[in-house]
C-alpha cells in the first residue's frame, strides 16, 4: 500500500519560488493498480522523484507499507527503495550488462549468493517474456523488449510497490498494449500495488482501477475508474470518454447523455423517443468498457421546439446522468 | 654503401636505440600505470563530489579543481625541472627512466582525470537514479554504474593519456630521463646524425600508432552501446539500385 499525504515540493529558482507539488495526498490500496494522469508541467515528474526520494520533498509524508521514506535517512532510505521496484520511460537499462546482468543488478547489490543470483534473473527474464535473451546487451533489443528487461529488473528485489513512470510513453501502440497487459499480469500473479504516471488515457483505460487527475501540482479528480467515468462533466469522464466534435443540425435542444453498467444494455433511448414521439437525433457518441463496466457517452439532439425538460427527467429516471449541452460548446 | 647497410653500421642505431626503445617503453609502461592509479580514482572523486554527483561537496571540489588546473597550466618542461628535488627524494636519483616517472606522472594524472571526470559526465541520469532506486550505495553506484557505464570513454581516455606519455617521456629525456628523446637529441641535434633522428622519429610513429590502434579495439571491445558491435556484426546487404526497372 503506498499512502502519500499532503506532499508539498518548493523549487527554488533564482529568487522566485516554483511550487511544483502543492499538497499531493492519495493511497492505493494493496494490489491494485492506481493511474496518476496529467498534462506536461502538471507536476508528475516531480512526483515520481518525490516518491522515491530521488528529490527530497519539501513537506508531506510518502510511506509504502507503513516503512515512512520522507524522513529515512541512508541504510532506512535504501531499505525502503529496495521494496519499490521502478520502471523508467526509456527503461535505463545499463549498456554494459546484458539482459541477465541488468536483471541480477538489484541482486547483487543486496549480495545475494552468485548462483542464486543467475537463477532468479534468469527466472524473472521467463517471467516478462525473454527466455533465450539472456546474453544480449541493450542494444540488440528492441524498445518492448528493454521495457520487459526493466520490468524484470523492477521485480528482482520481491518489491510489494511498481512504480512506473511513463513506462509505455515510448512505445508504438502494439508494444504498449504488450506492455500494459504483462503489468496488469504480474500485478494479479505477484499481488503487487501498482502506481503508474502516465499521460496516455489509453494506459488508464487498459489496465487502472482508480484514477488521479493531476493538474497544477494538485490532484483536481480522483476516484475509481468506474466512478470517475461516470461522473458527466468530470475532466476525467471527458477524457475517458471523448466526443468528436459534431455541428449541432438546427436549432433543437442538445442534450449529453451518459449511462454505464446494466442500462447500456436497455433500449432507453428508443424507448424515450416512443414516450414522447420525437425523433433523437445521435451527434456523437462514444462506447466503451472500463474496469469490467460498459460506459456510453451520448450527445443527443432535439427536434426544433422540443422541450427537453421532460425527455432528460425521463432518462434521469431511468438511471441516466443528463447535461444540456451548451451550443456553443459542442 | 647502401642506405640500410650504413644504418646497420651506425652504432647510434645498433647499440644506444634498443636500450632508448626500452627506457620509452619502461616510462610509458610505469608512469602509465601510476596515472590509472592516482588519476581514475581523483577523477571519480572530481564527478563524485560536483554539484550533482553522488556526494556533492563544493568547496572540496572547488579545491581539488583548482589543484588540478594548476597543474595542467604549467608546461611539461618546466614541470619536469621544478619537480627534480621531488623525484631526487623519491626515486633516489634524478636521472634515468625511472626518475623520469615522477614529473611523468605527476603531469599526466590531472590530464587523465579530467578525462576520467568528463567520461563519468556522459553516463545518463536515468541510469543513476535507476540505481539508486535500487536501493545502492554511492560507493556501488560508483563500482557497478559509473566506472562500468563509462568504460568506452575511460578507455579512450588512457590511450588518449599513453599517447601523450609518449610525447611527454621524450621530452623527459632530454633533461635526463633517457629514451628515445634523449637519443634523438644527442646524436640528431648535437651530432646532426640525421640517420638516427630520422628512424627515431619513425619508432615514435609507429609507437604512439600502436597505441592507438590498441586502445581503439580495446573501445570496440568494451562497448555495447550500438546494436552493431562486437558480438552482433551484422552486415546489412546493398540496396537493389543497379537492378534495372
Known sequence: MITVT?????????????????????????????GIVGHSGAGKSTLVRCLTLLDAPTSGSVSINGAELSTARDQDLRAARRRIGMIFQHANLMDSRTALQNVAHPLEIVRTPKNEVRSKAAELLRLVGLAGFENAYPAQLSGGQKQ??????????DPDVLLCDEPTSALDPKTTDEILDLIHDLTQRLDLTVLIITHEMHVVKRVCDSVSLLAGGRIIEHGRLRDVAAD????????????PAAEPLGAGAVLE??????????????????????DLNVLAGSVETLAGTQFGHLRIQLPDGADPAPVAAYLVEQGVSVRLAEKEAV | ?????????????????????????????????????????????MHATDAGGVRPMPATNRVVSVIVNIT??????ILMVALIPLSRLITGSSIGPIAACVPLTIGTVPFFARLVESALRDVGSGK????????????????????????????????????????????AGITGGGGLGRLAYNYGFQRFDTAVMIVTIV??????QGIQWAGDAAVRRVDHRNAAGRTAKVRRPEPDTAVGI
Not at chain 1, 447523455?257 to 414521439?277: H, K, V, W
Not at chain 2, 652504432?11 to 592509479?37: H, R
Not at chain 2, 619508432?203 to 604512439?208: A, C, R
Request: hydrophobic share 50%.
Open chain 1, 148 to 157: 520487459r528487461v526493466g520490468i524484470a529488473r523492477a521485480l528482482a528485489s
Open chain 2, 128 to 171: 543513476i537514479d535507476a540505481a539508486l532506486v535500487m536501493g545502492s550505495t554511492r560507493m556501488q553506484i560508483i563500482r557497478k554504474v559509473l566506472v562500468p557505464e563509462a568504460m568506452p570513454g575511460l578507455t579512450a581516455a588512457l590511450t588518449t593519456t599513453l599517447v601523450t606519455l609518449v610525447g611527454y617521456s621524450a621530452m
Open chain 2, 72 to 77: 595542467r597550466s604549467i608546461p611539461f618542461a
Open chain 1, 232 to 243: 458527466l462533466g468530470s475532466e476525467l469522464s471527458r477524457t475517458l470518454l471523448p466526443l
Open chain 1, 257 to 278: 447523455i451518459l449511462y454505464s453498467g446494466d442500462r447500456a444494455s436497455e433500449p432507453m433511448l428508443t424507448s424515450a423517443a416512443r414516450r414522447f414521439n420525437l
Open chain 2, 1 to 45: 654503401m647502401n642506405f640500410v647497410d650504413e644504418l646497420l653500421s651506425n652504432p647510434g642505431i645498433t647499440k644506444a636505440l634498443p636500450v632508448a626503445l626500452l627506457e620509452t617503453l619502461q616510462m610509458v609502461g610505469i608512469s602509465g600505470v601510476f596515472t590509472l592509479v592516482f588519476g581514475l580514482p581523483l577523477g571519480v572523486f
Open chain 1, 6 to 34: 499532503d506532499l508539498r515540493k518548493v523549487y527554488h529558482q533564482g529568487n522566485r519560488d516554483v511550487v511544483a507539488l502543492d499538497g499531493v495526498s492519495l493511497e492505493v490500496p494493496k494490489g491494485s493498480i492506481h
Open chain 2, 203 to 208: 619508432i615514435m610513429v609507429l609507437l604512439v
